[in-house]
């Protein structure tokens, strides 16, 4: 019995589309939050949060402790998360102080600035035609 080509046809694009998706899931494992163009944050071992790449690689030596996505930028703060004030965490806008380290990461072009002081993050977020009141919150806990 010859089986019809159309079916054929199905059952490997069916194939294809299976080996892809499992391939794309082996590179990033555990809890995500999914970021423009394929960056994510998530959480290291310690359960603070960690800014990847694609492959899954960790983009900034410290973790996040705060962000926000605008647009194609991740904008936000290195260092250890804020401990919880109250029962919701990341409502409360981030305040940083004279030694925290800021970043910008234009997930379009993959180009990282990093280790901006306050001014310099504020600038240069000027200079890429954001809002001037564009604020920062901490991550959301991550559930284990």
Known sequence: MRVPSRLLQLLTCASLSMFAV????????????????????????????KLVKRD?????????????????????AI???????HQFTNDLE?????DTRYFILDTASGKLESD????????RLQELGQRADLHIYPPLPWQN
């Open 116 to 123: 901006l002081d306050e001014a310099a993050w504020h600038k």
């Open 94 to 98: 981030f305040a940083g102080t004279a």
């Open 22 to 49: 499992s391939v794309y899931a082996g590179s990033v494992s555990g809890p995500v939050v999914v970021l423009p163009n394929s960056y994510y944050l998530q959480p290291d071992q310690g359960g603070q949060t």
């Open 79 to 85: 260092g250890a998360t804020p401990p919880p004030g």
């Open 56 to 76: 899954g690689k960790r983009l900034l030596p410290g973790t996040i402790a705060a962000y926000v996505v605008s647009g194609l930028l991740v904008v936000g």
